[in-house]
C-alpha cells in the first residue's frame, strides 16, 4: 500500500494527539486546546498536586533512529526542530515543549519533555552564535532547536536524550 502525503497540519496534529495520550495513560488530567491558542497546545493537571502544566507541541516527520547528524557549528544531535525569534522570549516555569519525532517509516515515536526556559535559552545563543559563524548569515524569523547525546562536546549548552520521556516533568 502507498503513502498518502502528510501536510504540517496533519503531522502536528499527529504529535499532539500522541502527547495527550501518553499523559492519559500516566494518570494527568490533559486536554488539547481548541482553535489557536497562543503558544499553548495541551492544558495539563496533575491530580495530585493539583498544579496545572502548559505544553506546547512540535512534531516532525525523520529518519530519528538513524545515526546522529553532525553540525560543524553545534555538534551531534539527534533531531531538531524548527522553531521562530518569539521562542527566545518565552520562559514561563508553567510551559513545557514536547518534541515529537515521529520515524518516518515506523510511525514510532520519540518524546523529549524541554522546559521553556531552557528552549528559550537554546534557541537565542545558537542563533548567536549562527549569525557570528559567517556574514553571509542574514538574520530571519527562524530558528532551530536540536536534541544532543549525553556527554557530547558542544560549544552551547545543549539539552540532550536525558529529556527523553520525561513525563515526570509535572513533580
Not at 83 to 103: A, D, G
Not at 143 to 171: C, H, V
Request: charged residues 20%; aromatic residues 12%; hydrophobic residues 35%.
Amino acid at each position: 500500500m502507498s503513502r498518502l502525503k502528510l501536510n504540517a497540519n496533519s503531522i502536528s496534529l499527529a504529535g499532539e494527539f500522541a502527547v495527550l495520550s501518553q499523559l492519559v495513560l500516566r494518570g494527568y488530567d490533559a486536554n488539547m486546546t481548541l482553535g489557536h491558542t497562543k503558544g499553548v497546545d495541551i492544558l495539563v493537571s496533575n491530580p495530585k498536586t493539583k498544579r496545572m502544566y502548559q505544553l506546547e507541541v512540535k512534531a516532525g516527520i525523520k529518519n530519528i533512529h538513524q545515526k546522529p547528524r553532525t553540525s560543524k557549528l553545534f555538534g551531534k544531535f539527534v533531531a531538531g526542530w524548527i522553531m521562530r525569534s518569539k521562542h527566545e522570549r518565552i520562559q514561563t516555569p508553567t510551559l513545557f515543549y514536547c518534541f515529537v519525532s515521529i520515524h518516518k517509516k515506523t510511525n514510532a515515536f520519540r518524546f523529549f519533555i524541554v522546559p521553556s526556559r531552557l528552549v528559550a535559552r537554546y534557541v537565542k545563543t545558537q542563533h548567536r552564535r549562527w549569525l557570528n559563524a559567517s556574514p553571509k548569515h542574514h538574520n530571519s524569523d527562524m530558528r532551530q532547536f536540536r536534541i544532543g547525546l549525553p556527554g557530547g562536546k558542544y560549544p552551547i549548552p545543549t539539552p540532550t536524550t536525558k529529556y527523553e520521556d520525561n513525563w515526570n516533568f509535572m513533580r
